[in-house]
């Protein structure tokens, strides 16, 4: 059974930092791609930062300077450094990750999973 897990969500005041992590238990290769979306309940998900394996890391206008992906393969685990926090950084944060994982002693690769979500609240 794979399952992803976020933790570090929280209430900070306006330029501070939390950091969120996201990491992938079970049978699992390899981490393909992970991301962070956030997103308010009745509004459009908005992506805020990933990375594919061996690729870049990429981040939404809005994090640049701010916000740093740090990967951990090792652990099939990410994280997500939240700097300079804003206010307008509210939302809930969902992580999601691409994987390669053995399922039943098949290998499946390009599997989609999705974390519970987790609450980031700045207060200004």
């Known amino acids: 059974q794979v399952e992803l897990v976020e933790s570090g969500g929280g209430s900070v005041q306006a330029g501070g930092s939390l950091r969120l992590s996201c990491a992938a238990s079970?049978?699992?290769?390899?981490?393909?791609?992970m991301r962070w979306y956030r997103q308010t309940p009745g509004k459009q998900r908005e992506l805020v930062a990933g990375f594919v394996r061996g690729g870049n890391l990429d981040y939404a206008d809005s994090v640049k300077g701010r916000f740093t992906i740090f990967r951990d393969y090792a652990n099939n685990a990410a994280y997500l450094q939240m700097n300079s926090l804003k206010p307008e950084d509210t939302d809930y944060y969902y992580c999601n990750a691409v994987l390669d994982i053995v399922d039943s002693g098949t290998y499946r690769y390009g599997m989609d999973y999705w974390g519970k979500g987790t609450l980031v609240t700045v207060s200004s």
């Open positions: 079970g049978s699992i290769i390899r981490i393909q791609a």
